[in-house]
């Protein structure tokens, strides 16, 4: 296992070795991009010397944080991504406004699963997927780009639609997160490239 210490995120040591890390992710290197513009405290790397093995940042110490957690392919079997966890956590000691976090993780490391797992309730698990083929269809429906007055109706239909599915295989306890500021002001940045069906 290559010696490894975890540090505060330095710009001019640290940027261009993530973005390369992130250079086929596009989402990943969207999120970080928006962390390190406005919240670059928040940001903590793990250094092989110079070497960037894996980085969490996250969006500030509000009620419900965001956080990613990326540790390089290379470098996936060690237990970097459980001690960037770990010295997250301290960050979160005197910062009582935090009830839960939610994780990006893009790891197969086992034993970084299985502290999340310990640790922290999964909600959900995805993945990416593409559709190949012909397009679908012509139907009688109304597709046009979500709107800032969208975000509560949006919210109420992920949340509930969350809440049935966790529901329908066992996960419990089910529960609604409720609607937060950061995220109306995230989809509004995004709004153009998020869609809504009108009936």
Known sequence: MPPFLIHKYSPLRDKAQIERLLLHNNDLLKIFCQDEETNKNNILVALNKDTLLGFLSFNGFGRKPQATLFVSNEYDAVDIGSKLIEEYEKMLIHNETVEHTVFTVLSS?????????????????SYIM????DPFPPADILVRNYEENDYLEWD??????????????????SFFYTPVEWEREQFAKNKDNMFVVVA
Do not use: W
């Open 156 to 173: 109420r239909v992920c949340e509930l639609a969350f809440y049935h599915m966790r529901q329908r295989i066992g996960m419990y306890p």
């Open 130 to 133: 593409e559709r190949i083929g």
């Open 109 to 125: 490391d086992a034993e970084l699963i299985s502290v999340l797992e310990k640790n922290y309730r999964l909600s959900f698990t």
